[in-house]
């Protein structure tokens, strides 16, 4: 059974840093698309990290460029969000997710898999 396992989330100051980890479980992450997305109160789910399982580089939303960082693990079959500078407007629950379908977007309906979600609190 594919299983993706989040932790990491938490309260923090305007422009502290995070660190999200995802464990994969019952399958190889480095056969998968990865990504990470996140969802405010009231808003759409929105993609903010994607990788392709045979890519290099990362996609970011606007939102997220230079601050966020996305990595995989593949000996610890896990994936990583490194969030520095934060702001309030980070405030959301974050889900990592896998997909096997070929050149997936970096839109939600594309991704099969999904961890629980971790809240992320970004306040003074």
């Known amino acids: 059974q594919l299983q993706l396992v989040e932790s990491g989330g938490g309260l923090v100051q305007p422009g502290g840093s995070l660190r999200l980890s995802c464990a994969a479980s019952g399958f190889m992450l480095d056969h998968y698309n990865i990504a990470w997305f996140r969802q405010a109160p009231g808003k759409e789910r929105e993609g903010i990290s994607c990788?392709?399982?045979?890519?290099?580089?990362?996609f970011y939303s606007e939102s997220v460029k230079g601050r966020f960082t996305l990595a995989r693990d593949n000996a610890q079959n896990t994936m990583y969000l490194q969030m520095n500078n934060l702001n309030p407007e980070d405030t959301a629950v974050y889900y990592c997710a896998v997909t096997s379908r070929i050149q997936p977007m970096c839109v939600h309906w594309w991704y099969e898999t999904w961890g629980q979600g971790t809240q992320v609190t970004v306040s003074s």
């Open positions: 990788l392709r399982k045979d890519g290099d580089n990362p």
